[in-house]
């Protein structure tokens, strides 16, 4: 393939109240596992005016994965081919995405362009549908994780959603939420169809570095960036606006800062924090105020040969309510407007 350029991505055409939405499970197999979750997710989107078709194994639980690679591979090349389905959502992340991507055909899929979103392990996917077939995609809400909220979505999720899908022009400014979450209610025992889940205010953007910056928005959730590196599914992320997603370490727990640093030191070895034009670090799975000190010192450590902007406490990957946003869409950041907008 040739060399990739972000400014050759096709945008897929947006979404519109009446269309259908495809459901596919590339990695875990949680929409099998908590079909409340999967029920209240597509009753949700069909509030929003749009019709809901799962494919043949979303619904799968294979262990740790919804179904075999091949048979996620298969999910995933139905929706894309399919006439009546407009955009496909995955329905929660995972860590084996990964195993699909040898079953793959990219001509197929570069052929079909459509609506992909996901986030979390879905990472993998979104670097292989930009670098094998030039495919812009979106990093956002999942399923059961964020439409399968109880009572109901919620609503910085929904517009983020909507002005992002449903819009050809720019997204705009993209400004804090006024609450977030990550309050832990089990889903093995339906706790979290009780009630509403306890919002915390949320007091804006910190800028760990100042300065601004512009470039092509790039990243993802750590580990799943790092299974990438030296495939040919990697995407070089030299003078991008480059994200970090840190996701949880086990049901509820937030990921060991111990192997967090591992993972920021592949990154480090890779290059990445050299290259890039721009640092964004979303909210951390469950951290608290003495693992956010540990991880603003672990990324100083990585960073602090370089003078980019580092902006902090974006509304991006694991925390509640979460951004839609198009990978490889121009990104600015400015410590001194206190901006991230997507141009």
């Known amino acids: ?167 050809r022009g720019p997204v705009g400014e993209i400004e804090a939420p006024t609450e977030w979450t990550d309050e832990f209610l089990d889903w093995f025992n339906k706790e979290d169809t009780k009630g509403p889940r306890k919002m915390n205010p949320h007091h804006g953007y910190e800028w760990w570095r100042s300065g601004n910056a512009s470039g092509p928005l790039w990243g993802g959730t750590i580990p799943s960036i790092n299974h990438l590196a030296g495939t040919k599914y990697w995407v070089d992320p030299t003078d991008t606006i480059f994200f970090i997603d840190i996701p949880e370490g086990g049901p509820g727990e937030y990921m060991p800062q111990s192997e967090l640093d591992s993972y920021l030191a592949d990154l480090d070895n890779l290059g990445v924090f050299k290259s890039i034009g721009g640092l964004i670090i979303g909210r951390p799975y469950r951290y608290g105020e003495n693992e956010i000190k540990v991880l603003r010192s672990m990324v100083d450590q990585y960073t602090n040969h370089y003078n980019y902007p580092i902006l902090y406490n974006a509304a991006i990957g694991h925390t509640s309510p979460i951004i839609t946003a198009p990978l490889g869409s121009n990104a600015r950041i400015d410590s001194s407007a206190n901006l991230f907008k997507l141009l």
């Open 1 to 167: 393939m040739e060399h990739f350029h972000f400014d050759q991505l096709i945008y897929p055409p947006c979404l519109q109240v009446g269309d259908t939405i495809g459901i596919i499970a590339p990695s875990a197999g949680l929409a099998g596992l908590f079909p409340h979750r999967a029920e209240q997710g597509a009753r949700m989107l069909e509030e929003m005016g749009f019709h809901v078709r799962f494919s043949s194994h979303a619904r799968d639980c294979d262990g740790w994965a919804a179904s075999s690679a091949e048979n996620r591979a298969k999910d995933i090349h139905d929706m894309f081919t399919s006439e009546d389905v407009s955009a496909i959502i995955c329905a929660i992340g995972g860590n084996h995405s990964n195993q699909v991507l040898k079953y793959l055909d990219f001509d197929l899929i570069k052929n079909h362009p459509k609506i992909f979103l996901g986030y979390s392990d879905i990472t993998v996917l979104h670097y292989a549908f930009a670098s094998q077939a030039n495919l812009r995609t979106y990093y956002g809400p999942c399923l059961i994780s964020e439409f399968g909220e109880h009572p109901s979505v919620l609503p910085y999720t929904e517009a983020s959603f909507k002005k992002t899908l449903m819009n």
